[in-house]
Nanobody
Framework: QVQLVESGGGLVQPGGSLRLSCAASGSILRINSMGWYRQAPGKQRELVAAIKLVGTFMSGGNTNYADAVKGRFTIYRDNAKNTMDLQMNSLKAEDTDVYYC???????????????WGQGTQVTVSS
């Protein structure tokens, strides 16, 4: 029902910036939340940032960030372009990873009813 395509990854020097973009199509009005995840080799896919579109399953505001990226990354929704963007500043070598866009359809209690993933985009932070 939902298709996601990521773009914006690439090579950047430490301290630099990148902006990732996730284009959503299909049944986008049913999406409750969207987020960016990253996965390192041999590790679980972990949340980087999430944004709530509708519902009350996420408290404390409309966005949620991993501790490692707070103050450096910003997630936002571009309604006109139907994209979800992640502005990444002050990038570190440890940010190097494949980044995945996620869209979730949830129940009122917050349980995931269905979710969708993009193909991923590579971010490399190196001198």
């Amino acid at each position: 029902q939902v298709q996601l395509v990521e773009s914006g990854g690439g090579l950047v020097q430490p301290g630099g910036s990148l902006r990732l973009s996730c284009a959503a199509s299909g049944s986008i009005l049913r999406i409750n939340s969207m987020g960016w995840y990253r996965q390192a080799p041999g590790k679980q896919r972990e949340l980087v940032a999430a944004i709530k579109l509708v519902g009350t399953f996420m408290s404390g505001g409309n966005t949620n960030y991993a501790d490692a990226v707070k103050g450096r990354f910003t997630i936002y929704r571009d309604n006109a372009k139907n994209t979800m963007d992640l502005q990444m500043n002050s990038l570190k070598a440890e940010d190097t990873d494949v980044y995945y866009c996620n869209a979730a359809i949830r129940n009122l209690g917050g349980e995931v009813r269905d979710d969708y993933w993009g193909q991923g985009t590579q971010v490399t932070v190196s001198s």
